[in-house]
């Protein structure tokens, strides 16, 4: 069984991985690059591999980055089965159509090309094959099951078995430790070979306990000088564990009394998808769907769906809070948004996830002082704020006891889906404290298991 690494290597996005037997020939996801112009355009390369020879993709979650080129994957002739979790088939196909949306407009506004077409996009929920957690499914003379990864809703790492046996494990994300609704990450099973995901490699969280404590902070010091509070949010996941913190904080008296905007008409159909799969909620989260109680709801909270309501939170009287995608900052309604309270210093901008290398986000978390946004160059005096334990990837502490806890502990590790000196740094830690072979494989390259 061999494994080829065409994304994700040495970089955060792009996630893509093929393995091939004597006879069967699967992708582990197929994600867009993401982060820059050059990220951009290396969407647009030929695949290097034979789309038409592929006999199945199994997908490990809905982010842009480990599905955004399954359009372009069905448009080059593959025509096999696209395996998912049931709400990842939802959650992708809000993704993909987003995605879609924002390639007309950039076509029709900076004539940049399409990478794909719509029937493309439909092509890829026909081929969808819903498998629950769990469950063994067959594809070939490869067997492989979805295990909870705790990452986003429906999100899984693969555990996969060779013709000669040999098991393979594909993290995907792996998920931070107590995130509402969430379901705590697997334990892994007996695995020969680890192919894990080195996003925060090199760095430890902020406590966890201290999340919502610094949310409060954030929002009464906002509100309290009369400003405006901007929260960069990515619309799955993120944005509905921010809502139901802002909730319990509501439910607590916390909360400073204020108007909350969700500007984010994707982000508002993923909160829906996801209350219609409580079976997938941790505990907590099942309770309170079992009392009636709507989890991401709040005192003062406007869904602006279309661009017309959007539009009205520009008029709304301060103080405010507006929760806006993406969660980069490298589209989307946020950048509107930004462009007006960039440069208010009573307002404030809240990071609250992983910013990729070359996107507005990385550039306002590193502290520049001026940037451009919709073609304005902006002085940034707004105060720019972050939480880190609001992350959904797993820190180092995490990932290494993840691997210390599988059933039999793998024999080799490839550490992917990070910045070069993140995957390295994971890698090295592996091998220091569990006595591992851990790799950094670059683009192409392959091994055999």
Not at 12 to 22: H, Q, R
Not at 338 to 351: A, F, W
Not at 392 to 401: E, G, I, M
Request: glycine share 8%; proline share 4%.
């Amino acid at each position: 069984m061999d494994i080829s690494f065409f994304g994700a290597a040495r970089e955060v996005t792009g996630s893509c991985y093929l393995v091939e037997t004597g006879t069967t020939r699967v992708l582990v996801d197929c994600g867009m690059f993401q982060g820059g112009s050059f990220a951009e355009t290396r969407n647009f390369h030929p695949f290097d591999f034979d789309a038409s020879l592929v006999d199945a993709v199994i997908v490990t979650h809905a982010h842009l980055d480990h599905t955004g080129r399954l359009p372009k994957l069905i448009k080059d002739g593959f025509a096999g089965k696209i395996f998912v979790t049931p709400p990842t088939a939802d959650l992708t196909k809000l993704v993909l159509i987003d995605a879609w949306h924002i390639m007309k407009e950039d076509f029709k506004r900076e004539y940049r090309p399409l990478l794909y077409e719509q029937k493309d996009v439909e092509g890829v929920m026909e081929r969808f094959e819903r498998i629950e957690e769990s469950h063994y499914q067959t594809i070939g003379d490869l067997k492989f099951r979805f295990r909870e990864a705790g990452h986003i809703f429906g999100s899984s790492f693969v555990e996969m078995t060779g013709p000669d046996g040999q098991r393979v494990t594909f993290s995907g994300d792996i998920g931070n430790d107590n995130v509402p609704i969430l379901r705590p990450t697997a334990q892994m099973a007996e695995t020969d070979l680890l192919i894990i995901e080195s996003t925060y490699g090199n760095r430890i969280h902020e406590d966890e306990s201290t999340r919502e404590a610094k949310l409060r902070e954030v929002v009464t010091k906002t509100i309290g000088r009369n400003g405006v509070l901007v929260i960069p949010a990515f619309a799955i996941e993120r944005t509905q564990q921010l809502l139901y913190e802002l909730h319990d904080l509501a439910d607590k008296g916390l909360l400073p009394r204020c108007d909350v905007y969700l500007d984010s008409p994707m982000a508002i159909d993923a909160s829906g998808i996801i209350k219609s799969y409580p079976e997938y909620f941790d505990a907590e989260a099942m309770r309170l769907a079992s009392m009636g109680e709507d989890m991401f709801a709040l005192p003062g909270l406007h869904l602006t769906y279309d661009r017309q309501e959007s539009k009205t939170i520009n008029d709304a009287p301060r103080p405010k809070i507006i929760i806006a995608g993406a969660g980069m900052m490298n589209g989307g309604r946020v950048r509107h948004h930004l462009v007006r309270y960039l440069g208010d210093p009573k307002s404030s901008v809240l990071i609250i996830g992983y910013q990729s290398e070359g996107t507005l986000g990385r550039k306002l978390y590193r502290g520049d002082k001026k940037v451009e946004v919709l073609g304005e160059r902006i002085e940034v005096k707004a105060e720019i704020a972050s939480i880190g334990a609001y992350s959904a990837h797993a820190d180092q502490r995490k990932l290494v006891r993840w691997v210390k806890t599988a059933a039999k502990q793998p024999t080799r590790v490839y550490c992917t889906h990070g910045d070069e000196g993140a995957a390295i740094a994971l890698a090295t830690k592996i091998h220091e404290e569990l006595g591992i072979a851990a790799e950094v494989p670059r683009y192409k390259d392959q091994i055999t298991v």
